[in-house]
């Protein structure tokens, strides 16, 4: 498997409850935003900040071995497989 695959899947088995339970809002704010826009930015929060974490540390891995230049793909990657199972990630913050 690729690294940033495993670095997703391993993030997603770490943080089971804490995705799980977003995921739940997040379906829920996708049927009515008006109603769930307080209670998906509050968890949001706490999902993105456990998202950098493991982006950091798929990014450290590379740029510590010399391939800085493709921390940015990797990013990439890695974003796309969390948008994928939450499409509406990038709205946490918004009103």
Same mark, same amino acid.
């Given at each position: ?13 770490e943080? !089971?409850? +804490?995705f799980?339970?977003? *995921? ?5 704010? #996708?049927?009515? %935003? ?11 929060? !706490?999902? +993105?900040?456990?998202i950098? *974490? ?5 990014? #450290?891995?590379? %740029? ?15 974003w796309?497989?969390?948008k ?5 990630i990038d ?5």
């Amino acid at each position: 498997m690729v690294k940033y695959k495993e670095i997703y899947q391993q993030m997603l088995a770490e943080n !089971k409850e +804490l995705f799980s339970a977003f *995921k739940r809002i997040h379906d829920q704010y #996708s049927q009515d %935003e008006k109603k769930w826009q307080k209670s998906f930015n509050e968890e949001g929060v !706490k999902i +993105l900040a456990v998202i950098k *974490k493991y982006e950091n540390r798929l990014c #450290s891995r590379s %740029e510590n071995s010399g391939f800085g230049k493709f921390s940015s793909a990797l990013t990439d990657k890695f974003w796309g497989e969390v948008k994928t199972y939450l499409p509406l990630i990038d709205f946490v913050g918004t009103e």
